[in-house]
Nanobody
Framework: VQLQASGGGLVQTGGSLRLSCAASGRPYVMGWFRQAPGKEREFVAVIRWSGGSTKYADSVRGRFTISRDNAKNTVYLQMNNLYPEDTAVYYC???????????????????RGQGTQVTVSS
């Protein structure tokens, strides 16, 4: 599965951005992760392709929404009410395994897209 992420940019605190990740196939789960300077990559959100169930990191729950478009094999991350601490490089990942939904660890996703920079100014 090849992944193509897009949609990053610069936004002010409280603003919104939508990230997209187009997949060449339809894996079991797709997720978003992020890595801020000097920090480890962390889980943001994940969606199970069949059924559309979702999970979120506590830090983004209620502000971010992950969704999918079956026809386009694309997953989105709608990010609202952004804070400066959301600044990071955001990556999408895909996995064929159910554990990647139950325990969404970045390194366990066998397919990864290139990152897209999100910068939130204060």
């Amino acid at each position: 599965v090849q992944l193509q992420a897009s949609g990053g940019g610069l936004v002010q605190t409280g603003g919104s951005l939508r990230l997209s990740c187009a997949a060449s196939g339809r894996p079991y789960v797709m997720g978003w992760f992020r890595q801020a300077p000097g920090k480890e990559r962390e889980f943001v959100a994940v969606i199970r392709w069949s059924g559309g169930s979702t999970k979120y990191a506590d830090s983004v729950r209620g502000r971010f929404t992950i969704s999918r478009d079956n026809a386009k094999n694309t997953v989105y991350l709608q990010m609202n009410n952004l804070y400066p601490e959301d600044t990071a490089v955001y990556y999408c990942g895909a996995s064929r395994y159910s554990d990647s939904y139950a325990y969404p660890r970045p390194d366990d996703y066998e397919f990864r897209g290139q990152g897209t920079q999100v910068t939130v100014s204060s």
